[in-house]
Nanobody, 127 residues
Framework: QVQLVESGGDLVQAGDSLRLSCAAS????????MGWFRQGPGKEREFVAR????????YYADSVKGRFTISRDNAKNMVYLQMNSLKLEDTAVYYC????????????????????WGQGTQVTVTS
């Protein structure tokens, strides 16, 4: 069992940077690939980024590639999402999630591939 708690969401201006954190509890955290998803107003939850259990491999949605960076510190049971050059369309509730099954391929970008979820943290980008 893994429990996830996100933090770091804020109200920022377009062009600003923000770092989200996800604190994980549970002895098996370091063996799970982790993902960040987001859900904007009136939209479905969508994939943002994923990192392998060891941190050596990362994947990004095209909409955030080059602006966002996912990282993890297994010694601290933490996952991070560094967000730069924020845009209005980045406004959403951001969730971190753990993939216990370690799916691969395009399915690993689906919400159903992740068994554990945090409660989310709000990011609002204004002009």
């Amino acid at each position: 069992q893994v429990q996830l708690v996100e933090s770091g969401g804020d109200l920022v201006q377009a062009g600003d940077s923000l770092r989200l954190s996800c604190a994980a509890s549970g002895p098996t955290f370091s063996s799970y690939p982790m993902g960040w998803f987001r859900q904007g107003p009136g939209k479905e939850r969508e994939f943002v980024a994923r990192i392998s259990w060891g941190g050596g491999t990362t994947y990004y949605a095209d909409s955030v590639k080059g602006r966002f960076t996912i990282s993890r510190d297994n010694a601290k049971n933490m996952v991070y999402l560094q967000m730069n050059s924020l845009k209005l369309e980045d406004t959403a509730v951001y969730y971190c999630a753990a993939d216990r099954t370690r799916y691969s391929g395009t399915y690993a970008r689906e919400t159903s591939a992740y068994e554990y979820w945090g409660q989310g943290t709000q990011v609002t980008v204004t002009s």
